[in-house]
């Protein structure tokens, strides 16, 4: 067997604080800014990998929660690690399972030493330690772990996002130290806290910095603060870390959001959004978001986009696919979930393009005044 | 515009009672033995277009039912017909809408004049007579469309059943009276009815042959009677039936069913067993059928069937597979969906090559000594 290559970041363009570049993994190349499909159980939800590919997805993401729990990590080891269980030869990135234990878990709780909680699946009591978060990412074999951490709800007291923010640093150390064992062309990347502070998240940053990771997260976004104070969390954690290094804003978010972060200097994203609305009957488009299941577009014989680089969203009309949704056919969220999964790549290679072309800003203004004008167009149907 | 052909059959072998042939219709040819997948609300369950062509279907069923239910057979035809509606360029058949307004619409009262139902939908009380059924499937567009029928559950009295084939009779004459504006090319086919007394069965077949039908159903079977009494009523009329006229076992069946009623002389089929079993997790396959739920498969490694023309069915391991069932995640009914209806698919083309070939008796043994086999070996699991 030969020598996997290295993990290495290179950046091949800059746009103000937008960037673009190319992480290389031991599966493949990794355009950034990049958008990371979901698959929370090993498979990103009704929708095929072959789909996901073709959307243009260069590397999924898989929880580690729900994949230590079923069907366990050393099961996927023992069948080859989860590229080979899944079939997706591709990159993966794996959180720690931290964020799920702590949203999802009954009775969980939190000590220095990791977290102790219940298997929502039998009631089996379960350790996430940050060394066995790192144990079971080495099984699964993805190619970029990331260090087990507290996330905390905002708002929050301070006190409480710093004491949050300190455990996830001393975790962050200890996941350092364990990974040392991995094989080679392995990532790890450490994840910074500090909720709205901007003073946390800079004291965060700088000591994650000072350990060396392969990559940095934006951790503990999303999660109640409104797009704005996001954004200028975005916008000085940034700052605070190495150019050199991947950043990925976790589980953000909506199209406007990566646009948002993008111009912030973020490569890396990962949401359940499109999948999810797209379950739900709402598109993502050129056009903004449309609502398939609204009863104006059970005559409309247009594709949701003529354009689309996705079949589903050029070949089938409005009114079939609103009559999907009415009849409660699964096809009918497997078709909009594979329509948002390629509208999100189509967006951020649009961003790529723009970026390397010097005119991001402008690409940003012409994208929402496009979804603008047709939102109008379409508001009596919302 | 061109004019549309006539709709054609032809036979091409035969070997005993079995036989292979052509159906010519304007949306193309279908090769018979042929297994219709069913796209109940125009859509196959779980299950893209193009998987399933791609699967070997050359014909799909749509249910009239559903369909002038919702979205509407008014609303079909004013978006170009469900060819259109739903993308599916290739042949279709609908049924008249009678068998399911009887089995699933709630206060179904049925005269001379038609049946009268509640929809499950709305509540609201709708007409289907014979005259209905035949407009509703021309706004559809179909390319073979069915008379109204009634169909009795077995077991059943002699009188009942007698009473029911003769309405049957009834409305086939209106039937094709109705279909008589239909547009050239369109096929419509009379259904034999009469339980399972033969006597019943000869007098449908006799004077529906009078009628002069494009083709002939055998409906009222996989009612609840056995499969050898199902296998006798299907030989008794299939020789009753005109040699150069396509005969189709409406409903049926299991890969077995299928084989015994293709040796009786059926040249087309249609059944929601593929793909809802696939649905709950049962596979069909070379080696009979496979219950991926079952423990013993969560840690092999091997496909379902790795010389199957099915990716999914060579690519994912049976592992995978149970864990997709196990986690709830719908890419595994997807999959198994799938896997299914390029096993219907398989088995039927299997079959016209060793008609034509003159060697079907041994094809239908060879192919139950494979599933016999490999269910021994399977056994526990069950």
Redesign the interface.
């Known amino acids: 067997m030969n020598a996997a290559p290295p993990f290495c970041f290179g950046l091949t363009a800059t746009d103000g604080a937008a960037r673009t570049g190319e992480i290389l993994t031991a599966h493949g190349l990794v355009h950034t800014p990049a958008f990371m499909p979901v698959g929370t ?3 990103v ?4 990998h072959d789909d996901v590919r073709a959307s243009g997805a260069e590397i999924m993401l898989g929880n580690t929660y ?1 994949l230590m729990l ?2 366990g990590a050393e ?1 996927i080891a ?3 690690g989860l590229h080979a ?3 997706w030869p591709h990159p993966i990135l794996t959180d720690s399972g931290g964020f799920q234990v702590m949203s999802l878990a009954p009775l969980c709780k939190i000590s220095e030493e990791g977290v102790a909680f219940r298997s929502h699946l039998d009631g089996a009591m379960v350790e996430l330690t940050p060394e066995r978060a790192i144990e079971v990412q080495l099984l699964l074999g993805s190619d970029i772990a990331m260090q087990l951490d507290e996330c905390v709800k905002l708002p929050a007291e301070r006190g409480e996002i710093e004491r949050a923010m300190k455990l996830s640093l001393r975790w962050a150390e200890r996941c350092k130290r364990a990974f040392e064992s991995a094989p080679a062309g392995r990532a790890l990347f450490g994840i910074v806290q500090g909720g709205d502070d901007q003073a946390l998240r800079a004291e965060s940053a700088r000591a994650l910095v000072d350990l060396e990771f392969d990559g940095y997260a934006i951790g503990g976004l999303a999660v109640g603060e409104t797009q704005s104070v996001m954004l200028d969390v975005v916008a000085a954690t940034a700052t605070a870390l190495p150019a050199e290094r991947p950043r990925y804003l976790m589980g953000v978010g909506t199209p406007a959001d990566l646009l948002g972060a993008i111009a912030r200097g973020v490569d890396m994203f990962d949401c359940v959004l499109p999948t999810r609305n797209g379950r739900h009957g709402l598109a993502f488009t050129r056009f903004g978001p449309i609502n398939i299941k609204n009863a104006h577009h ?2 409309d ?1 247009r594709p949701l986009d003529a354009e689309s680089r996705c079949p589903a969203a050029r ?3 409005r ?2 696919l ?3 949704f ?2 409660n ?3 009918g ?3 909009l979930s594979t329509i948002n999964l390629y509208y999100y790549q189509e967006l951020i290679a649009g961003a790529r393009a723009a970026i390397a072309a010097d005119r991001f800003a402008d690409y940003v203004s012409a994208t929402k005044e496009e979804w603008q004008a047709h939102r109008d167009q379409d508001v009596e149907g919302r």
Chains 1, 2 share one sequence.
């Not at 939800?45 to 095929?48: D, L, M, R």
Request: net charge positive; no cysteine.
């Open positions: 159980q090993a498979a939800k009704g929708v095929h729900h079923r069907p099961r023992a069948l080859g269980f899944m079939r059970a005559d014989a070949d089938f009309s009114a079939y609103h009559h999907l009415r009849s056919e699964a096809l969220g497997t078709l």
